[in-house]
């Protein structure tokens, strides 16, 4: 696509508090789809499958339902509120994908860049052809130059280990890669660094695979633009919006709003804080770890994520804030992974976007920790739902917005 010129205007922050009013009795008459979806959050609370959650929903730029049930923390009993935090994890992806996107408006860089040009380590980089059992591994020389454009598309052949790929997962650990969330004083361009010494899992563009990339993506625009990416983000995409809920590190002030992420209890019936030997949930409340996730590492609320998705429905530009043009809109929501993807959707530049009728165009996105959302541009609604729980089994309030989204 041709290159917009671009002139950004970074006029006042969206007043959510316009909008917000149309909360509590304000409400406008809930259609059977979102009385539905607010039954079954309030079943699930009233059975224990989920401890609380929030939800919000809007029409045409205007809050149509913002509601808070149960407790962002059961041990405590603190109730959830509207404008309860949340880790959402994934939902970090489009942000980042967002960010390279203003970076490739301005001249920074190129989408079809080579990501070598900004992390020489990934010069080298070839295919995994075997991994022995002390984690030693052989290569196959690439074919494909590893671009820009791959890792915001899940086809860089950069896995998850953890929740992705066994053999990275052993190799994350033995060279001491983080594939989460931050835990130590690496910064991002340490660790993107590190994991282009390793090897891809299959060759760039010939694959879908859930990926670690948005990582690397951040560790690029650090470079491209020569500011730390946390300072990027505030300036050129919460600041204008007005996101000012939405941190890579949550300000000391607003953590007793952070909900608790909650798992079950080894009898099954009571939860307790979720624990893993890999990563600690406090990573929000640690300034001295400067590694940015890309993929999983922000933190936001109901009403600032909404704020942030109902940008790409006003096609790049809500509340007279332009953040991205609309030509940049389209190309985001375009097919960037022909032919890779299965099932009735298709890879864009920063989201999942449905392509089969009904609600063909809407795009959508969820989280580690339970937190789902989509936005449908032919009616210009939002759907977020906000949960903090790990593991669960039974989730039936996924069922039901999984049902709005895909029928």
């Not at 052989?138 to 052949?157: D, E, K, V």
């Not at 919006?241 to 939405?246: I, N, S």
């Not at 893993?276 to 109901?302: N, V």
């Amino acid at each position: 696509m041709e290159k917009p010129h671009v002139s950004r205007r970074l006029g006042l922050p969206l007043l959510w508090s316009l909008i917000i009013i149309a909360i509590a009795g304000c409400q406008a008459p809930l259609d059977k789809r979102w009385q539905m979806l607010d039954g079954a959050i309030e079943a699930a609370i009233a059975t224990n499958q989920i401890p609380g959650a929030v939800l919000l929903t809007t029409r045409d730029g205007e809050v149509i339902l913002h509601r808070a049930y149960g407790f962002s923390d059961p041990l405590t009993q603190d109730p959830m509120q509207p404008n309860t935090l949340f880790r959402i994890c994934s939902q970090t992806k489009a942000i980042t994908s967002t960010a390279a996107l203003i970076c490739w408006e301005n001249g920074l860089l190129e989408l079809d860049d080579p990501v070598a040009k900004y992390i020489p380590s990934f010069a080298s980089i070839g295919i995994l052809d075997s991994l022995m059992a002390d984690t030693t591994f052989s290569i196959l020389p690439a074919q494909n130059t590893l671009t820009i454009r791959h890792l915001m598309t899940h086809t860089s052949g950069i896995p998850y280990g953890e929740i992705g790929d066994p053999r990275y997962e052993k190799l994350y650990t033995k060279h001491d890669i983080t594939d989460l969330f931050p835990r130590d004083e690496r910064s991002t361009y340490d660790n993107a660094d590190k994991i282009g010494q390793l090897a891809l899992a299959h060759e760039p563009g010939a694959q879908w695979t859930y990926s670690l990339g948005l990582d690397v993506l951040v560790a690029v625009i650090e470079i491209a633009s020569g500011q730390p990416y946390a300072e990027f983000v505030e300036a050129e995409i919460f600041e204008p919006l007005g996101m000012k809920d939405t941190h890579f590190v949550v300000p000391r002030a607003d953590r007793s709003r952070l909900a608790n992420v909650m798992e079950r209890a080894p009898d099954g019936s009571s939860w307790q804080t979720h624990q893993h030997p890999d990563y600690t949930i406090d990573y929000p409340m640690h300034a001295e770890w400067p590694l940015c996730s890309g993929g999983a590492g922000l933190t936001s609320s109901a009403s600032d994520y909404a704020t942030f998705l109902q940008m790409y429905l006003g096609r790049g530009e809500v509340g007279g804030v332009r953040v991205l043009q609309e030509a940049t809109v389209d190309s985001v929501m375009a097919d960037q992974a022909p032919g890779l993807v299965a099932g009735p959707w298709q890879q864009g530049l920063a989201f999942g976007v449905k392509s089969d009728s009904p609600g063909a165009g809407r795009f959508f996105w969820s989280g580690y920790f339970n937190t789902q959302y989509y936005a449908d541009p032919s009616t210009q609604e939002i759907v977020v739902l906000m949960k903090q729980t790990y593991g669960l089994v039974t989730d039936t309030t996924s069922t039901a917005f999984n049902a709005l989204l895909w029928n």
